[in-house]
Structures are given as structure tokens and as C-alpha cells.
Nanobody, 111 residues
Framework: QVQLVESGGGLVQAGGSLRLSCAAS???????MGWLRQPPGKEREFVAA????????YYADSVKGRFTISRDNTKNTVYLQMNSLKPEDTAVYYC?????WGQGTQVTVSS
């Protein structure tokens, strides 16, 4: 089992940026990884995913063109760069590797 620790969340004004990090306790280079989020009062939803090599990425339509997922396998870390943030991006953001989840990091976007 891999331990995943997210960081980088916080409070930001609409239009601002944040960069989330997900540090894994073990090697991640054989695994695709993803970010999901859970807005207040809603179910968890897909945000972005990246292949093991980083060569292929996937995004939810709601974040396409604003968010960028990347990874550094030498640091066992996955990132989510979030630009042009909107109030509807407010959520707890979770990192996922196979069946393992992090504890989440809160992102709050004020209008």
C-alpha cells in the first residue's frame, strides 16, 4: 500500500492559481495517477489523470484548458497546476493511485 500526501491547497481569489502536489511513499513510475475532487455537498468527481510515463493526460471538460497534470517519477510526486480558478472549483482535492487515496487538500476559491 502506498501512502499519498496532498499539499498546496488554500484560499485564493477567482482568477488566481494554485499548484497541488501529491507525494507518494513509494515508487509510482509503473502507475497511472489521478486527481479527483469533492465539492461541498456533492459526490467525488474526476478532475485529471496521467499515464505512468506522463505522455498521456486526461481532463474533465470543466477544467480543460485551465488545469495541467504532471508528474516527476524521480520524486514520486504528481502535480496539478490550477489556473484561472473559479468559485465552482472549490472542493477537497484528492490524489489517487490504483485503490489508494490521499487525505485530501482543501481548495477554496472566493468570488
Amino acid at each position: 500500500q502506498v501512502q499519498l500526501v496532498e499539499s498546496g491547497g488554500g484560499l485564493v481569489q477567482a482568477g488566481g492559481s494554485l499548484r497541488l502536489s501529491c507525494a507518494a511513499s513509494g515508487r509510482i513510475n509503473a502507475y497511472a495517477m489521478g486527481w479527483l475532487r469533492q465539492p461541498p455537498g456533492k459526490e467525488r468527481e474526476f478532475v485529471a489523470a496521467i499515464s505512468w510515463s506522463g505522455g498521456t493526460t486526461y481532463y474533465a471538460d470543466s477544467v480543460k484548458g485551465r488545469f495541467t497534470i504532471s508528474r516527476d517519477n524521480t520524486k514520486n510526486t504528481v502535480y496539478l497546476q490550477m489556473n484561472s480558478l473559479k468559485p465552482e472549483d472549490t472542493a477537497v482535492y484528492y490524489c489517487k493511485l490504483s485503490d489508494d487515496w490521499g487525505q485530501g487538500t482543501q481548495v477554496t476559491v472566493s468570488s
